[in-house]
């Protein structure tokens, strides 16, 4: 039998070192946070050398929802003082030129939205804003065109995200046009998102979480 020593020595340890990855998580979002800070700061400029910064921010911005929550999120079950990820009061700013402003390789950064979009879910703040452009601004051509590469739970995944929302009988109409012109350019990915469509109306009993 082990001893009962052995045993709170071995709880002992597996707390450290819990807690020194969850440190270490939280100092690597606090160092990518400040190097995005820098490089918006950068591209913003419009220096001489800021196109070459505009190329490193889309490498840098983040590429998985998880990743993007940890920089930009809130999270209302943490207390007040660790509620608001990183760059939380910077999301607007970001967002806004990321999105509208940033021109260079658009290719690279609708690749950045759909892979964001992947486990995702509608959240409000940087979350919404987000999903809000993706919705109204890229061209289904456009998304097929990096979709398509992606497994089939993958797109599914992204199709619920795309339609995600406290009411997503709200994007009826919306869901319609896309899926109509979606279902002439690819009709397994148009299953695919009205499989997505259908189970968030069935999950929300179509009103909501």
Avoid at 26 to 36: F, G, P, T, V
Avoid at 171 to 179: A, C, N, T, V
Avoid at 197 to 205: G, T
């Amino acid at each position: 039998m082990m001893h009962f020593n052995t045993i709170i020595i071995i709880t002992f340890m597996f707390a450290v070192s819990f807690n020194n990855g969850r440190c270490n998580a939280e100092n690597d979002s606090i160092a990518r946070a400040e190097e995005l800070k820098e490089l918006f700061i950068e591209a913003i400029s419009e220096s001489p050398e800021s196109n070459e910064k505009k190329m490193m921010l889309i490498k840098a911005f983040p590429n998985s929802f998880k990743e993007f929550l940890s920089l930009y999120g809130y999270f209302e079950n943490k207390s007040i003082d660790e509620a608001a990820a990183p760059l939380y009061d910077y999301h607007m700013e970001h967002l806004n030129y990321f999105l509208y402003k940033l021109q260079v390789n658009k290719d690279a950064k609708i690749s950045k939205l759909v892979n964001i979009s992947i486990g995702g879910h509608w959240d409000a703040d940087a979350v919404s804003v987000l999903q809000g452009y993706i919705r109204r601004h890229i061209k289904i051509d456009a998304l097929l065109k990096f979709i398509k590469e992606k497994s089939h739970d993958e797109i599914f995944s992204f199709w619920y995200f795309f339609f995600d929302g406290p009411h997503p009988d709200n994007y009826e109409d919306d869901y319609k046009l896309m899926y109509s012109r979606c279902k002439e350019l690819d009709p397994q990915i148009a299953e695919l998102m009205k499989q997505a469509y259908e189970k968030l109306l069935l999950e929300h009993d179509g009103h909501g979480h």
